[in-house]
């Protein structure tokens, strides 16, 4: 987990998180107990129930954390290149794939996650919550260098699902697509759309 989001919570909700994330990526979401969770952290089951009422709760909170540990790097990113599109958007693509979520492992917690975006309503909650504000960081970026503006939303769209696809490739073809080459491609094929020599 993001230690920045650690820090502003109890060590022992952190510590239930950490073996969640752990826990999901080496047993997916159905061979995943309480029990798991807990013995991985170090704690009681009755803490599950304290911080998060189930295991569902506790997995729901995992995502956010999670997804807001992806939102608040790429907001860093950007704003690491506040004048030069290409590098600003190079630093955000590889915020998408971060280093503590680089190996393959590690990303299958995510595709678990959105598998449960599609049959689960507080999932898919959450879901939408940072799909709308990566867009928004995104669009920000694309419409102040952008000769034309309004299209900062479809560009962004399809940034994003260019980088959705590229996790799950990573994934599904671990041997053929690594997550270094999957941020090459992302960065070129994002800067082709962007057409940055004409910014």
Known sequence: MDQSTKRDMPLGRAKLIDAALLCMANFGQNGTTVR???DQAGVTPGLVKHHFGNKE????ETYRHLNEATVTRIADALS???NDTGRALESAIHALFP???SDV???RVLVAFWGLVLTNPEFSAVQAETSSHTRRLFCKLIASHDSNPNSAGDIADGIIAITDGLWLECCMNPTRMTPKKAVQIAVKLAQEILRLDRI
């Not at 709760?57 to 729901?60: C, P």
């Open 80 to 82: 690491t290149h506040p």
């Open 99 to 101: 280093s503590d979520l």
């Open 105 to 107: 492992d590690k990303m």
């Open 57 to 60: 709760g506790l997995l729901v």
């Open 36 to 38: 798991m969770i807990t």
